[in-house]
């Protein structure tokens, strides 16, 4: 078969195009724009006359009635107020539906809301639950695109009668399929007149208000009801002027007869009174070693928080181990971890710890824990030892002893007895005093000997040599010339 | 499913999921998707471009010496599925409005896919090879002797009954089917002949018979062979007149399509 190299452009096909064409342009010519139609125009005669007719229907297929010319600086929408005068009115003022919807910008046109090529009866006015600006008009669809069963919203569930009034009811019943015992005590709490609180957007539903954003409830604030907090609230100002102070709900809650003042969240939280966790730091007296796990009213006496005394003695004065000896100030030497675990400065008072003083046990001199009165001498607690006889008389002991040690001793007084009369330097008192310092030897150094020494004397004729220093009181061997003796 | 019905089903299956699709829109719309939303929009588009695809590829393949691609027959398989799939969703898209010019595109429309569905069945009258091209006279009358061949061996050392009884039922006389019967009338001839066959078998013996069915298949293909070849030129000149009208109706259709969618875009689009 021979193949038609042009496909469709035959000659019957181009005869076709021509005559569609002139079918299209005939039609256009005997019945004008009709033939573009989409649709019956809307024919219900309003009664009222506008623009010469009583229906759009009557426009016929004039197209330009309502319809302008790309290159025409007149809108479609100005066409509908050229005929629609009222509405024209409306738009200037925002307390109409019309006005309303303009109120925030010009950005709407009637056929967001009015179409037409319906059909004769079709409704002209069929808003778009998506696109139409509900807010505008004081309640915002954002939280209901969704019915109680989960189908979609439509104008008419709310607009039972007409676009233009709304059902309250119909807050009531959806609701109720909601959540009935909830809606039972909101109404019971608030009322029926849902718009005067609830505007869509700022609702006080649980599904969309934020109550975090204005007062986030927390703790046992989330048990309570609304008209917990909101008691005889009728308005949406009312709800927002519910104050946000705790005492303004728990004034009688306050244990402390407002000591503390107000702000019982600087101590309190939501879940418990009793979970409290002062800041005892802040105050002019913190709490430090065992003063922390003191139950507070071991101080504050009667839960009075106002006026406690911070000095020790206020708490302790039973537990004062010195009887007042020391005063009140107990911090002067205790700290609040361990009583103790005092630090007493004996160097502040009369009598310096020094040398062995420091290691000696507090009771040692402070006997019964008598602190007050204790001596300071040193015989006080030091017994003259027998070595001294009494020797020294009223001479205080530091005038020859330190703290540090009984030994060695210093002697700063006129010896009679010349103390390095064999150049051999200071000695110690024991060499010359073995016993006791009444008493001497000279035995204890030199080459004396007592066998040599009575040997000596007694060929010398000296039979009383005992008393040394009575012949050589200097210790001189040659100064006892002349003294004694048989050859005398 | 025949395979040369392949593109019925997927057309069908299309339909079917356009369909599910379509109703969800209108559910989800609380109504019928008007013409000028989103959606109805959306899914006229579609159809027609797939209209549009109906319309040029094939023809384009047939006749190009450039466009190689594919076989023909596949081709004429994507223009019956888009010729059916296209036209369903441009019949959604109307929002079931059938005003002025969007009306009578959507009624030419109807007509086209009508006459392609006759079309299609005249073109299944005319005898192709694997590639779908036209078979001439003497090819079918060369398949027509191998067919008897086939036969002739098959009834070798058949009962002499088995034999007079093939060859007499052989091809349909012009006598009792005209040219255009024997396009048009195609499942009417094969139930005649049918029936003959089941007669003839009755007035043998069991064993004739037995002997008789395997060759049920031979003779039928013999059958079909025999009618094509004398429908052969009866089908070819209802083929050509079918082109001279469908062509013309595809024409008009895409030209009033055409001036339907420019006057869309004129007001609804251009006109504020």
């Known amino acids: ?488 | 499913m025949k395979p040369n019905a392949r593109e019925l089903w997927w057309a069908l299956a299309a339909i079917v999921v356009i369909t599910v699709i379509y109703l969800l829109a209108a559910r989800q719309l609380q109504g019928v998707p008007a013409a000028s939303g989103l959606f109805g929009h959306g899914i006229g588009v579609l159809g027609f471009v797939l209209m549009l695809a109906t319309e040029t590829l094939y023809s384009l393949r047939k006749r190009s010496r450039l466009a190689r691609w594919g076989r023909p027959a596949s081709w004429l398989r994507f223009h019956i599925f888009t010729g059916l799939v296209g036209p369903y969703m441009v019949l959604l898209h109307s929002s079931w409005k059938f005003n002025g010019l969007a009306g009578l595109v959507m009624l030419i429309t109807v007509v086209v896919v009508i006459s392609g569905f006759i079309g299609r069945y005249i073109y299944t009258a005319v005898p192709r090879n694997a590639d779908g091209l036209m078979l001439e006279a003497a090819d079918v009358q060369v398949e027509i002797a191998a067919a008897e061949a086939d036969l002739r061996q098959a009834l070798a050392g058949q009962p002499a009954a088995v034999q007079a009884l093939a060859a007499q039922l052989a091809a349909p006389s012009p006598a009792t089917a005209g040219p255009a019967m024997l396009v048009l009338g195609r499942p009417l001839l094969r139930w005649r002949q049918r029936q003959q066959w089941r007669s003839a078998l009755r007035q043998l013996d069991p064993t004739a018979r037995a002997r008789a069915r395997q060759m049920e298949a031979l003779v039928a293909r013999r059958q079909a062979l025999q009618r094509q070849a004398a429908s052969l030129a009866s089908a070819r000149r209802l083929l050509g007149v079918w082109h001279s009208v469908h062509i013309p109706l595809g024409m008009a259709l895409f030209t009033a399509a055409f001036i339907h969618i420019i006057a869309a875009i004129y007001f609804a689009t251009l006109l504020h």
């Not at chain 1, 066409?79 to 925002?94: E, G, S, T």
Request: glycine share 8%.
């Open chain 1, 1 to 488: 078969m021979k193949s038609r190299r042009l496909g469709c452009l035959t000659a019957t096909g181009l005869l076709a195009v021509a005559l569609t064409l002139l079918l299209v342009l005939g039609v256009f010519v005997l019945r004008g724009g009709r033939m573009w139609s989409p649709g019956p125009l809307h024919a219900q005669a309003s009664g009222v006359e506008l623009g010469g007719v009583l229906s759009h229907a009557e426009t016929g297929g004039d197209c330009a009635a309502c319809h302008t010319a790309p290159w025409n600086v007149t809108t479609m929408a100005e066409r509908c107020l050229d005929c629609h005068i009222a509405v024209a009115d409306d738009l200037a003022d925002p307390a109409t539906l019309h006005g309303a919807l303009q109120s925030e910008g010009a950005d709407m046109d009637c056929r967001q809301c009015h179409s037409e090529h319906r059909g004769a009866a079709a409704n002209l006015t069929s808003a778009d639950m998506d696109s139409f600006p509900h807010d505008r008009v004081g309640y915002s669809l954002a939280g209901h695109s969704l019915r109680a069963d989960g189908s979609p919203f439509t104008c008419s569930d709310c607009h039972t009668e007409s676009l233009a009034r709304f059902a309250v009811v119909t807050c009531e019943d959806c609701h109720r399929t909601l959540d009935a015992a909830y809606m039972q005590a909101h109404v019971a709490d608030f009322g029926t007149a849902c718009l005067d609180c609830h505007d869509g957007i700022d609702s006080y539903s649980q599904a969309n208000f934020d109550h975090s954003q204005v007062f986030p409830l927390t703790g046992r604030h989330l048990e309570t009801t609304c008209a917990g907090c909101h008691a005889n609230a009728r308005t949406s100002a009312d709800l927002q002027a519910t104050p946000t102070n705790c005492v303004a709900c728990h004034v009688e809650d306050d244990a402390h007869d407002g000591q503390f003042g107000q702000d019982c969240a600087a101590c309190h939280n939501t879940d418990d009174w009793q979970d409290a966790t002062f800041d005892h730091s802040q105050t002019a007296f913190p709490l430090t070693g065992r003063h922390e796990g003191v139950d507070c009213v071991k101080c504050h006496v009667d839960r009075v928080f106002q006026g406690t005394p911070t000095d020790c003695v206020a708490c302790h004065v039973e537990d004062d181990a010195h009887d007042g000896q020391f005063g009140q100030d107990c911090a002067a030497c205790h700290n609040t971890d361990d009583w103790q675990d005092a630090t007493f400065d004996h160097s502040q008072t009369a009598f310096p710890l020094t040398g062995r003083h420091e290691g000696v046990d507090c009771v040692e001199c402070h006997v019964d824990r008598v602190f007050q009165g204790t001596p300071t001498d040193c015989v006080a607690c030091h017994v003259e030892p027998a070595f001294h006889l009494a020797a020294f008389g009223a001479t205080a002991c530091s005038d020859c002893h330190t703290t540090s040690a009984w030994q060695p001793a210093r002697f700063d007084w006129p010896h009679t007895f010349p103390l390095d009369h064999g150049e051999s330097g200071v000695v110690t008192c024991q060499i010359c005093h073995p016993t006791q310092v009444q008493d001497y030897t000279c035995y204890g150094c030199h080459e004396h000997q007592p066998n040599e020494i009575a040997e000596k004397h007694l060929d010398e004729g000296i039979s009383d040599f005992q008393d040394c220093v009575s012949c050589h009181p200097t210790g001189l061997e040659d100064e006892a010339e002349g003294r004694g003796g048989n050859d005398e």
